[in-house]
T-cell receptor, first 117, second 113 residues
Framework: GAGVSQSPSNKVTEKGKDVELRCDPISGHTALYWYRQSLGQGLEFLIYFQGNSAPDKSGLPSDRFSAERTGGSVSTLTIQRTQQEDSAVYLC???????????????FGQGTRLTVV | GESVGLHLPTLSVQEGDNSIINCAYSNSASDYFIWYKQESGKGPQFIIDIRSNMDKRQGQRVTVLLNKTVKHLSLQIAATQPGDSAVYFCAEKYSGGYQKVTFGTGTKLQVIP
């Protein structure tokens, strides 16, 4: 596809259940980000993958959150034992990173709206 | 630091007036800056960018100003229209090392018809 694709677009889950959110980045993009956005608030950084480097997990709010990126492409964000405060829009972005001379912006998906009931 | 879940500040502007949205960035080594626009229900979209070797860049109805001395970035929107109503985020990146983009907290722009 031409853009970043996220699935599902909406997810309603019961408290205590595990959920998996998927992100398909733009083909060839080496870097991938996950953000969380609560209603009316800013972007909360969760995790950053860049090439073969170890991911920057500094934004993950608890050990219930994890993410992986298989084969340098598709990424899955997993939330275990979901809580009501996990309800938010989860946004994925990808960008192409090569060298200092080349700056490209991050392209965002439409997000997954997670509701924990 | 990273953007956290803070309630967004709001800027209200009369239609037709010019808007100025400000952003203070955190890393003095950052050399690439981007403004994004996020409309309701959508992901953020690129508006304009600027490298640190410039202090001004103009697009269509938008101008970005960079003041590296005080680590300040601004987005000016000329003749603001109702379609400009959105949340605006600035972002910074240092091109060396990890090259991670860091987002600011965002500003909600409300255009009054």
């Amino acid at each position: 596809g031409a853009g970043v694709s996220q699935s599902p677009s909406n997810k309603v889950t019961e408290k205590g259940k595990d959920v998996e959110l998927r992100c398909d980045p733009i083909s060839g993009h080496t870097a991938l980000y996950w953000y969380r956005q609560s209603l009316g608030q800013g972007l909360e950084f969760l995790i950053y993958f860049q090439g073969n480097s170890a991911p920057d997990k500094s934004g993950l709010p608890s050990d219930r959150f994890s993410a992986e990126r298989t084969g340098g492409s598709v990424s899955t964000l997993t939330i275990q034992r979901t809580q009501q405060e996990d309800s938010a829009v989860y946004l994925c972005a990808s960008t192409f990173v090569r060298d200092r001379a080349e700056n490209t912006e991050a392209f965002f998906g439409q997000g997954t709206r997670l509701t924990v009931v | 630091g990273e953007s956290v879940g803070l309630h967004l500040p709001t800027l209200s502007v009369q239609e037709g007036d010019n808007s100025i949205i400000n952003c203070a960035y955190s890393n003095s080594a950052s050399d690439y800056f981007i403004w994004y626009k996020q409309e309701s229900g959508k992901g953020p979209q690129f508006i304009i960018d600027i490298r640190s070797n410039m202090d001004k860049r103009q697009g269509q109805r938008v101008t970005v100003l960079l003041n590296k001395t005080v680590k300040h970035l601004s987005l000016q929107i000329a003749a603001t229209q109702p379609g400009d109503s959105a949340v605006y985020f600035c972002a910074e990146k240092y091109s060396g090392g990890y090259q991670k983009v860091t987002f600011g907290t965002g500003t909600k722009l409300q255009v009054i018809p």
